[in-house]
Nanobody
Framework: QVHVVESGGGLVQAGGSLRLSCAAS????????MGWYRQAPGRQRELVAA???????YYSDAVKGRITISRDDAKNTAYLQMNNLKPEDSAVYYC?????????????????WGQGTQVTVSS
């Protein structure tokens, strides 16, 4: 059974930083892509960043240059380093584990979701 747990969310002022973590178990972590999504109230869930098993990365235009996705296969954990945060970054951030990279970037992810972690950026 796949288990995905996000952590690291919180309240931060605009311009601040947060690092989110996503720990996944029950999958061959190093062979799978990882994706970070977010959903704000009244909006659809959107892909923020993705990283392939080989380290290829994707970023949405809204976060490019401010957010970095990384992974530590030895710890079965993916990270999302978020800098220069803006109020519009406020959302619940979800991690997806076990999808193919192409599913994350071009289609619907088939992997497993965590419960999400709230990020709130005050102005």
């Amino acid at each position: 059974q796949v288990h995905v747990v996000e952590s690291g969310g919180g309240l931060v002022q605009a311009g601040g930083s947060l690092r989110l973590s996503c720990a996944a178990s029950g999958i061959h972590f190093s062979a799978n892509a990882m994706g970070w999504y977010r959903q704000a109230p009244g909006r659809q869930r959107e892909l923020v960043a993705a990283i392939s098993s080989g380290g290829m990365t994707y970023y949405s235009d809204a976060v490019k240059g401010r957010i970095t996705i990384s992974r530590d296969d030895a710890k079965n954990t993916a990270y999302l380093q978020m800098n220069n945060l803006k109020p519009e970054d406020s959302a619940v951030y979800y991690c997806n584990a076990g999808s193919r990279y192409s599913e994350l970037v071009y289609g619907e992810p088939s992997g497993s979701w965590g419960q999400g972690t709230q990020v709130t950026v005050s102005s």
